[in-house]
């Protein structure tokens, strides 16, 4: 079976001054248009890094990744920016909106980044993903407005108004109440029903069940069963690909 996303003996190793640390090794992992994969494992186990890979934030050091069946492994870095913009909806926890902007505006940004979509388009487009996700009462609302819950519902309007055929969601319940996970975790569903890949990378069992797949990693790899949370004490280990870095948004 070919999948949407094919890695391939996938490797990826950090070098930080003259330390190198391997912190992903042979992952092959093959995920199907319209799955719905969660990926789980300890804190430090490498979860994001390797969503990261995913979504072409980040380039692995060994290994292929054939997207839709193209290698892309090797494609120039403005090619890899054209296909995060189109084909990939970013979700982090620590929603990273604009806190200058409004929700409208916010939804909007990665849209002004295609040249060929005009203003009334992309206004059109953000209207339908407020509706989608109940949020069209707070559109002239800037973050500091709304709650946890409401802001990261606003992050999935913006990752969804390209129209990504893959959702790439690191803990984005990692800072929510439970009534607002649930909500998120709804939005998800639904968004799977619709033909929308998603992965899903989190620490809670209760999301990852949500999933139809779940990939366990452990120490870099992909193992067969979850293996024990030494400490699950959420993002310690400084690696949140993605953080407030806005690359995901940038120009293609
Ligand atoms: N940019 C980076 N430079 C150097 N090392 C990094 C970098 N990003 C992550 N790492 C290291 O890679 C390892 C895996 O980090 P990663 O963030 O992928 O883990 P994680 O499973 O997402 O953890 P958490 O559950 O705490 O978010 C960690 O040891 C981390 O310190
Ligand atoms: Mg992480």
């Known amino acids: 079976m ?21 912190v992903l090794s042979d992952i092959d992992l093959n995920i199907a248009e319209g799955e719905y994969v969660s990926i789980c494992g300890p804190s430090g186990s490498g979860k994001s890094t390797l969503l990261s890979i995913i979504g072409v934030l980040n380039g692995a ?3 292929r990744y054939l997207f839709e069946g193209q290698d892309i492994t090797h494609m120039k870095s403005s090619e890899h920016a054209r296909l995060r913009n189109r084909q990939f909806g970013f979700i982090f926890q620590a929603f990273n909106l604009s806190s200058e902007m409004t929700a409208a505006e916010n939804v909007e940004l990665p849209l002004t980044y295609r ?10 487009l953000v209207d ?17 407005q709304l709650s946890g819950g409401q802001q990261q519902r606003i992050a999935i309007a913006r990752a969804l108004a390209g129209r990504p055929k893959v959702i790439l969601a690191d803990e984005p319940t990692g800072n929510l109440d439970s009534k607002a996970a649930a909500i998120v ?7 799977n029903d619709e033909g929308t890949t998603i992965c899903l990378v989190t620490h809670d069992p209760r999301s ?9 990693l452990f120490d870099g790899q992909i193992v067969d069963e979850p293996q024990a949370e030494e400490q699950s004490g959420g993002n310690g ?11 995901h948004l940038q120009a293609v």
């Open 115 to 124: 040249k060929e979509m005009g203003r009334k388009e992309r206004r059109e």
């Open 208 to 216: 990852a069940s949500k999933a139809k797949r779940q990939v366990h």
């Open 61 to 63: 050091s060994e290994g």
């Open 185 to 191: 975790m709804d939005i998800f569903d639904r968004l």
């Open 2 to 22: 070919s999948g949407i996303i094919q890695l391939e003996k996938v490797g990826k190793t950090y070098k930080v001054g003259k330390l190198e640390s391997k």
């Open 128 to 144: 339908s993903m407020l509706d989608k996700i109940g949020m069209s009462d707070f559109r002239d609302h800037v973050p500091a």
């Open 237 to 247: 280990a400084g690696g949140e690909s993605g953080g407030d870095d806005p690359s």
